[in-house]
């Protein structure tokens, strides 16, 4: 069986009795037209190794080896994997299906088995429940992806992309936006999912920046992101006194009587290599 002849997938779903789980944040997109447009706004996959976490019954799975990517994909829910091998033996080895859980997934591994010498992005439809600490994951840790294009709860995809001054800027906007270029690409109703969520869905897409700051001035930001966020109606000098206050933004180049949230990434990173000079 080649994958133009894969059954759709509402029929694969019938067949096996699955159902999404609320526990695993499970919103299955079954419209085959959505998934292959979130591979194309994902780039040229065609010849590149694609990580995806949560594939479930496999529809944006199915669009990423139509566009000839090499899958690996990464699922918690072993209710799965019977209709994830069919897909695999459909996929002519470009698909490899991993049982686990993603936050605790070695991606650089995995490639370097799986994938050797390809260039590898990241592409999924997250579990709401852990979509944001998988992002920060791969931001901060070891593997690097050439991209990444991710669907989250609308809400968080806003605090990804939002500027300074923005109602949803905060401290996921700053920490993704030091690292990437972040794009809202893609908005998703509700009823395009099955079972559909309470929320609207939408895809931003990451870009790294070429020129990565070093890992400590990112550990050092962290910090710094988590206190001034943490009281961000409280100025500058009350929310990040633990770490010098003041004395902090002061060296920063930063007035201390600024709130966080109108304070641009750059000047967070300002705040961080500063942090960095007083503690060293």
Known sequence: MKLDDLPPLREVLAEHALAAKKAFGQHFLLDLNITRKIARLAGPLEGRAVIEVGPGPGGLTRALLEAGATVIAIEKDRRFLPVLADLAAAAD????????DALEADEAAQLAVHAPGLESRVVSNLPYNVGTALLIKWLTGAYRP????????????????????ADAYGRLSVITQALCQ?????????????????????????????ARPPEPLIEALETVTAAAFGQRRKMLRSSLRSLGGEALCAAAGISADNRAEVIPVEGFLALAAALRTLTI
């Open 146 to 165: 050439a991209g990444l294009t991710l669907m989250f709860q609308r809400e968080v995809a806003q605090r990804i992309v939002a500027g300074v001054g």
């Open 182 to 210: 972040a794009e809202l690409v893609m908005d998703l109703p509700a009823r395009a999912f099955t079972p559909p969520p309470k929320v609207a869905s939408a895809v931003v897409r990451l870009t790294p920046l070429s």
């Open 93 to 100: 080895g470009a698909l490899t299906v991993i049982e686990g």
